[in-house]
């Protein structure tokens, strides 16, 4: 995928291949129109997530920020669990009721465009990985997100977060975000640079990529292997959903 540039400014449309980005989050739904290059055509908009964080609340809101945004032929959609045919099969950081959920089927209802949803730090990969050897990618935030990549092919469903970790628990009881606050900056730091080491030596990774909110609260010095790519890498990664969508699932229609 080509690397997008990093201007933000109001464009006009190029042609009927753009697309609308969307990225589900658990504290913050963002979006973004892309040209087929990855340029961004409209600035990046992110308004909090609705409590309870419900399939219509959320739905609703997505709608209504798209409403101002024109030139997108598709849409895009990164969601934090995992999708099989555009229906949600888990959702931790959300409600249970996406469970089940055909998130695609209703976001194309309601927008009137395709839709193609693939988990969110998958969708972020895409947006930031090179394409040679084995690259993890992972989004501390409200919970944990990962992605695996082979050569540019993503590695289906990974859900590293709820891995067992140490002390009896998973990747994302001690770095999410509850873990963040419970534990302090320092001690958080020290559990990542745990679990950095623990990911080289289970994937061998040739890169680390470290994404999402809290990402600007690393203070420690990253191995030369790693680096901190920007939250919109979320998505740029949605033309790939399109270009590429071989490599993430099937498309719900």
Known sequence: M???SQRAARLPAKSGRCTLAVDIGGSGVKMLVLDERGDPLSDRERVPTPRPALPAAVIKLIRKMAEPLRGYARVSVGFPGVIRDGVVET???LDSAWLGFPLAAHLAKRLGKPVR???DADVQGFGCISGKGV???ITLGTGLGSSLFVDGKLVPNLQMAHHPF???STYEDRLGHVALKKLGKKRWNNE???AIKLLRATFNCDRLYIGGGNAR????VLPKWAG????VAGLWGGIALWHEWKRVARPAS
């Open 2 to 4: 080509p690397r997008p």
């Open 228 to 231: 901190i790519v920007p939250n």
């Open 217 to 220: 609260k690393i203070k420690f």
């Open 117 to 119: 949803v693939a988990n």
């Open 91 to 93: 959702a931790f950081n």
């Open 135 to 137: 690259e993890l990618v």
């Open 166 to 168: 140490r002390k009896g």
């Open 192 to 194: 990542l640079g745990r």
